[in-house]
């Protein structure tokens, strides 16, 4: 019988706990702040990130894995008989961690060769978790590998995800935003609603003023994606902002049929992109 594993990256945002319990391997994304360089998730925790991100004098930046040390999380896998890797990261639009992934997978050398499945999730943060604790359940339950990659590929179909950013500077100074587009937003205090498009692009839904109105405008939304769907899993994330995330969960809950709910923090990579104050929905229906 084939053992399945599945790997994924550090901007899946999936709880250590999580990770340990199902036995998930994940090659963390780097974050610099000047010339100081952490290991996301691994040397810098979400807590620590955001205490940093309010004192150093440095704006954070990040980088990918090396192909090296995606071959050798692979090589190291694949050494057990028997076993297949599907590796799930973070959406090519954003980022080049999926295609470094792929690139390691074609060094794979001998028996190793063709049996890694490196995945574009077209999503981040627990867009990808979602598809990967579902992808490591599955394999538990003896799916086969195209049938997890199937599974997978309904997961991103039917996943609704939606950020409320607190603060325009971190998308500004990602380059998402123009400067005078940040300053002019803060001035109003618009918020920005974004959710990531199937193929994985970041995209501005709308751009609401104040924190009220703009959960009100998500409840929308969601009611028109959903139609008459239950969710099958909801999980509030946060980056930093506890409260926010505790209001955006009420207000969803008493809204909708929901059967199962959880927190999350936006890691590291994700909140330096983000921001401070992020409250987000992912939403399941699969």
Known sequence: MT?????????????????????????????????????????????????????????????????????????????????????????????GTFGTAELAASLLEGDQVGRVHVVDSCSASYGIGAQVVAAVEAARAGKSVQEILDLVQRIRDQYYIYFLVDTLEFLQKGGRIGKASALLGSLL????????????????IDKVRGNKKAIARILELLAADLSDKTIRTLHIAHANNLE????????????????????????????????????AAFVGTV
């Open 3 to 95: 053992n399945i594993r599945i790997v994924t990256d550090s901007t899946a945002d999936i709880p250590l706990a999580v990770r340990e319990a199902l036995n998930i391997e994940m090659v963390p994304l780097k974050i610099n702040f000047g010339e100081e360089q952490y290991l996301d998730a691994v040397t810098l925790q979400s807590e620590d990130f955001y205490r940093k991100l309010g004192s150093s004098s440095h704006f954070p930046s990040t980088s990918t894995p090396s192909p090296g040390e995606f071959l050798n999380f692979y090589q190291r896998l694949l050494e057990e008989p028997d076993t297949e890797v599907i590796s799930i990261h973070l959406s090519s639009v954003l980022s």
């Open 189 to 204: 205090n618009i918020k920005p609603i974004l959710s990531l498009e199937r193929t994985g692009e970041v995209t501005v």
């Open 244 to 279: 926010g995330a505790e209001g955006l969960r009420e207000a969803i809950v008493q809204r909708f049929n929901v059967e199962h709910v959880a927190y999350i923090t936006l890691g590291p990579v994700i909140g330096a992109h983000a921001g401070p104050g992020t409250i």
